[in-house]
């Protein structure tokens, strides 16, 4: 694993994830949602986020985390040679989120955008959620298939699968 993209529904426990796959593989992390959003919720304009993007999959090694707009699903499926697909049941990403918006008010969310308080955008987070269920899974699916031949696919369906993943990173 050189090159690997982490991508999935909100509160699947990606980031805890990530943290363990860069250690055991000497990775360097970045988060989408770090380049993506300016403080309290401002959208990277696209084509400023489009130039730190390509920055980041032009690199020789590195763990991508989150989705950010559909061209960069499709480029980092392009560059990357491991997906990570974390896609529990949609009740487990729900609730798990709901605990981590609830804990943002008492502890913050220290791997979060920075400037980005979590439990204003509680709503729309829950929203997005479902629309990325709804919508964007099973094009992210069908993304995921066409380049299967190419690509190592690590598709992580349930908690126990991703505790398992997480102790062991191969």
């Not at 000497?26 to 401002?42: E, T």
């Not at 020789?60 to 392009?78: N, T």
Request: glycine share 6%.
């Amino acid at each position: 694993m050189t090159r690997v993209m982490v991508i999935g529904n909100a509160g699947g426990g990606k980031s805890t994830l990530c943290r363990a796959v860069c250690a055991a593989h000497g990775l360097p992390y970045f988060a989408i949602d770090k380049i993506q959003w300016r403080p309290n919720w401002v959208r990277t304009p696209e084509p400023e986020f489009r130039a730190a993007h390509d920055r980041l999959i032009s690199r020789e090694r590195w763990l991508i985390d989150g989705y950010g707009p559909w061209p960069s699903v499709e480029a980092r499926l392009d560059a990357c040679d491991t997906v990570i697909f974390v896609d529990h049941p949609f009740r487990v990403h729900l609730w798990w989120a709901a605990k981590r918006q609830a804990k943002s008010l008492f502890v913050g969310r220290p791997d979060g955008p920075e400037g980005c308080p979590m439990w204003p955008v509680t709503l729309r987070l829950f929203r997005m959620m479902w629309w990325l269920h709804r919508e964007m899974r099973p094009k992210l699916v069908a993304a995921i298939d066409r380049r299967r031949e190419r690509l190592r696919v690590i598709h992580i369906d349930s908690p126990r699968a991703l505790n398992a993943f997480a102790q062991h990173p191969v």
